[in-house]
């Protein structure tokens, strides 16, 4: 069963909190949960904040910044019976805005907590100035393992990266900030997007693991077959 996606909410908040929320939604059972945000705020990058939701526990998966008032976070989260509802996301202080996308995969290995299984490795990547930028990734650990980038910018785009299906794209208009999600179905060590105007980018990659194959030929034992030929 190869990897697939599903669309679960995305936003944009250009207040100065410290708290947002999501739309609702309804995540599926052993179901790969990605939830990326980008913002910003006037004096240094903030811890990552919390977020509560869905009767699950989203946990950090990859962090960027720049400028020291520019940020990226990737959380993931997997539960057996969660529940519809919004995502709360809290920071120790306010913020310039922020926004999110929320995606599920299905297809995934479901082994560890809280989605661990699904992820074999993630990489990030920062710059100034830049018009286009990639997180570039280690060799994949297997053919039907996919790929998941996300991508932020304070200019025009990000556009999509060859190959890759586009996930969510939010806009802030002040500040101006741009948030793209993408994935697809194969290995790429390279997920990347491109601007028209260079400024501020910042980009993370993740290797999304499919679960095993358990279907298994059972082949007949030639002994126990030649036992039952041969007369006691």
Do not use: K
């Amino acid at each position: 069963m190869a990897i697939a996606a599903g669309l679960l909410a995305s936003g944009s908040d250009t207040s100065n909190v410290n708290q947002y929320t999501t739309a609702s939604f309804t995540p599926g059972a052993n179901r790969l949960v990605l939830l990326t945000l980008n913002g910003s705020t006037g004096s240094g990058v903030p811890p990552a904040p919390a977020l509560v939701g869905n009767d699950l526990t989203y946990v950090l998966a990859t962090a960027a910044a720049i400028s020291a008032s520019v940020y990226q976070f990737t959380y993931r989260a997997m539960g057996a019976a969660p529940s519809a509802g919004a995502v709360v996301i809290t920071y120790g202080g306010a913020q310039t805005g922020t926004q999110w996308s929320v995606a599920e995969f299905t297809g995934v290995d479901t082994s560890g907590t809280n989605g661990s299984g699904a992820i074999r490795q993630t990489a990030t990547a920062t710059f100034v100035t830049a018009i286009s930028m990639a997180a570039t990734l280690s060799a994949f650990g297997a053919a039907g393992n996919a790929t998941y980038g996300a991508f932020s910018s304070n200019t025009d785009g990000p556009s999509l990266g060859s190959g890759f299906t586009q996930v969510h794209h939010c806009q802030n208009a002040s500040p101006t900030r741009r948030l793209l999600t993408e994935w697809r179905v194969d290995n790429d060590t390279t997920p990347d997007a491109t601007c028209s105007t260079a400024g501020q980018m910042l980009g993370a990659g993740l290797e999304l693991v499919a679960a095993a194959d358990v279907t298994a030929t059972v082949v007949p034992n030639p002994w126990h077959t030649l036992r039952q030929m041969v007369p006691a």
